[in-house]
């Protein structure tokens, strides 16, 4: 019940801080979803032996998480502000998010009939992920020196 309590206040000041807006970092961005990831393969090693329907389910529920993540992502705000990167929330990023509640709860209430793993922390560390990626993307893309990476990773 407690990491239930931290996980949902994690992802509130998440959203209430990116909702506002907030500069745009590396560990701001990935670090929540890593932890979260963390802590949903934490929770699979408590269910124990994982079937291939198990297996179906984890790749389903990951596969919607990351597309609702991704179309997250692509209505994030990247902008700069005094020479550095911001990202913002829009009404947009809003919507997407009940979409991502809504599409997240009848993927689990359907795979809740054919499995017990199903971690909800697992889920949202997918989603921010794959909300992180479109965001990186047009970090790099609006402010390419901002972010060292090597020349053979940087978006062309």
């Given at each position: 019940m407690i990491t239930w309590l931290l996980v949902a206040g994690a992802v509130v000041a998440v959203v209430v801080r990116r909702a506002v807006g907030e500069p745009l970092n590396a560990r701001d961005l990935v670090g929540p979803p890593l932890v979260l990831l963390g802590l949903g393969g934490y929770a699979l090693t408590e269910v124990g032996h994982l079937g291939p329907v198990d297996v179906l389910w984890l790749v389903v529920g990951s596969l919607v998480g990351l597309a609702?993540?991704?179309?997250?992502?692509?209505?994030?705000?990247?902008?700069?502000?005094?020479?550095?990167?911001?990202?913002?929330?829009?009404?947009?990023?809003?919507?997407?998010?009940?979409?991502?509640?809504?599409?997240?709860?009848?993927?689990?209430?359907?795979?809740?009939?054919?499995?017990?793993?199903?971690?909800?922390?697992?889920?949202?560390?997918?989603?921010?992920?794959?909300?992180?990626?479109?965001?990186?993307?047009?970090?790099?893309?609006?402010?390419?020196?901002?972010?060292?990476?090597?020349?053979?990773l940087r978006p062309r």
């Open positions: 609702m993540g991704v179309l997250r992502g692509s209505s994030v705000v990247v902008s700069t502000r005094d020479g550095r990167l911001w990202q913002r929330y829009t009404v947009r990023t809003f919507a997407c998010w009940g979409l991502s509640i809504a599409v997240n709860a009848v993927v689990g209430y359907t795979a809740g009939h054919y499995t017990d793993a199903r971690p909800l922390s697992l889920s949202i560390g997918v989603g921010l992920l794959g909300e992180a990626a479109p965001v990186a993307l047009r970090a790099l893309r609006l402010a390419p020196d901002a972010v060292r990476l090597p020349e053979a």
